[in-house]
């Protein structure tokens, strides 16, 4: 693109949460990018927290953790997965972030002499923080996705702050798309528009406007001409930029969903964008999702979780079920099991029909006796494994118990005068008071050793992961545990930390301390993830 003007793109959402806003995002930013545009995506959450990281992901869903260590909005996950590229934090805000670094410039007398107001203050500083994205003056495109629905109170500054910076970099520059819910009525036999007439006049209210609607619709209730033309009257947009986001099997559709409505040609002349090719590459997704539509085989992985009642819990692992089931022409099946009922339930049963066990990272010890149990389970009759993080924690304290005989073996998370404290936390973490940013975050090296199955999969011997805890294998028992046929694969050399542990003489039995789903991405599947879905198949086929 012949440029120096970077164009904004901003994405709202109306009538409700969970319309797929996020996805909607994600799907433009690939869609701009195989037009071979620079682009970065990121995000606003009106809400208070300074990031997600202290929230209950039964609440919020589950926290994705960056490069440089941010605990971030999992929509933050969508978009690395679609874009492929590292975000950090500077694609991340939120009111509370926004409030505390106002105030604590307040305090240190940066402002003296003034009011601090909400206008002018908390704006400008919304729109510092959408603008600095572009530090380098390197993107194209920028595409600020404002979470949470127009007119929600906490919403309003940046809605206001977006308004003044349409003004500022000029209206040219600046597209706002509105996503929004077009519900079918039974009763009445037809597409209702008036909640998606009320969302826009919300807009309307506070001075924006959207130039685009993209309307989420359900199977077989399409939008035809007459629905977008009364859209784009009562809307005030153009019948054409009237966009259809229907039901999915996969959410990687969605970009060739829209690319067939011309979303991307639109948004390309509508911002007046000069391409040097205006050929969308869409064949690598179009390939992607035949085979997630085809799969040759089935496989079912049981996930052993605590948090099973709220899925977006476990988002980047269930994405990285599917990167991983079409890279193996496989159909992933998750059989969701709360790991406190394997405390009591026979493990036979409730494993019957899976050809692999994961454990997911969480924290807290509810669940954690039934997560050593599925470890044990795993490891004796030989079913692929994969524990992350926490789940890692636990098939080390299986073998420590199991195998090395190190009677009530523990976590100190769990039981802190354990006799065997086989993980334990690290001592810097020992003088940590505050809840907040204060794990052991985001990427660290780990040294991989050569004829492992983490070697197998990575073909590496260096590689470097995201991480998200506070407590480690402990090295006073590496040693007993190594004797006893724990294998230590994956090392932190510096920090002198255990990172990936594997059973010998079992098909796939890999802990890691860190959490690959974080790196699995639709172009580029998480080798862990990858063969261990593939041991899974070979699991399955020799029943
Ligand atoms: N609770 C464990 C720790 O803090 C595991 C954390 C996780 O699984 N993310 O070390």
């Not at 927290?49 to 960056?66: K, Y």
């Not at 209206?171 to 079918?184: A, D, M, S």
């Not at 996969?250 to 970009?255: A, G, K, R, T, V």
């Not at 993980?423 to 780990?446: E, F």
């Amino acid at each position: 693109m012949s440029k120096n003007q970077t164009k904004y793109i901003f994405v709202f959402g109306g009538v409700l949460s969970g319309l797929g806003k996020g996805i909607v995002a994600s799907s433009l930013g690939y869609l701009l990018k195989s037009l071979n545009l620079n682009i970065t995506i990121q995000k606003l959450d009106p809400y208070l927290n300074v990031d997600p990281g202290t929230m209950n992901p039964f609440q919020h869903g589950e926290v994705f953790v960056l490069d440089d260590g941010s605990e971030t909005d999992l929509d933050l996950g969508h978009y690395e997965r679609f874009i492929d590229v590292n975000l950090s934090r500077e694609n991340t805000t939120s009111s509370g972030r926004v409030y505390w670094d106002v105030l604590k410039r307040e305090r240190k007398g940066d402002y003296l002499g003034e009011t601090i107001q909400v206008i002018p203050h908390i704006t400008d500083e919304i729109k510092r923080r959408i603008i600095k994205v572009n530090n380098r003056k390197k993107f194209d495109v920028i595409i600020t996705e404002v979470g949470g629905t127009v007119g929600d109170i906490e919403g309003q500054p940046f809605y206001e702050a977006i308004r003044q910076l349409i003004l500022d970099q000029g209206k040219e520059n600046c597209l706002v798309i509105h996503t929004t819910l077009l519900p079918f009525i039974n009763a009445a036999g037809e597409v209702k528009t008036k909640p998606t007439q009320h969302s826009v006049m919300r807009l309307r209210e506070i001075g924006l406007e959207p130039d685009m609607l993209v309307c989420r619709t359900e199977d077989d209730n399409h939008l035809n001409s007459k629905i977008k033309k009364k859209l784009g009257l009562f809307c005030n947009v153009l019948p054409e930029h009237v966009f259809e986001s229907p039901d999915v099997d996969s959410i990687y559709e969605i970009p060739l969903v829209l690319n067939s409505q011309k979303f991307d040609s639109y948004i390309v002349s509508a911002l007046k964008i000069n391409l040097k090719n205006n050929h969308t590459k869409l064949k690598y997704l179009k390939e992607a999702i035949n085979r997630y539509k085809n799969p040759e085989k089935d496989v079912t992985i049981a996930l052993c979780g605590k948090y099973n009642g709220l899925h977006d819990a476990y988002k980047s692992i269930l994405e990285a079920f599917i990167h991983s089931g079409i890279k193996n022409k496989a159909k992933v099946h998750v059989k969701w099991i709360d790991s406190e009922t394997l405390e009591k339930d026979s493990l036979e049963d409730k494993f019957l029909g899976v050809d692999g066990i994961l454990i997911p990272g969480g924290f807290g010890n509810r669940g954690i006796e039934g997560k050593i149990l599925a470890s044990k389970f795993s490891r004796e009759n030989k079913i692929p494994f994969l524990g992350i993080c926490l789940g890692m924690q636990c098939a080390v304290i299986d073998f420590a118990r199991h195998i090395s005989k190190m009677n009530g073996a523990n976590s100190t998370e769990f039981n802190k005068s354990t006799k065997y404290p086989v993980i334990d936390l690290m001592p810097k973490q020992k003088k940590v008071k505050n809840k907040g940013a204060t794990m052991r975050l985001g990427s660290y090296k780990c040294s991989i050793k050569k004829n492992s199955f983490a070697y197998n999969a990575y073909k590496e011997i260096s590689i470097e992961e995201r991480h998200r805890h506070r407590y480690e294998v402990n090295d006073k028992f590496e040693k007993q545990l190594l004797k006893d046929g724990l294998s230590f694969s994956g090392k932190n050399k510096k920090l002198n930390l255990v990172e990936v542990v594997e059973v010998e003489n079992h098909p796939w039995f890999v802990g890691v301390q860190f959490h690959p789903e974080l790196k699995s991405r639709i172009v580029k599947v998480h080798p862990l993830f990858k063969d261990f879905i593939a041991a899974a198949i070979k699991f399955n086929e020799a029943k």
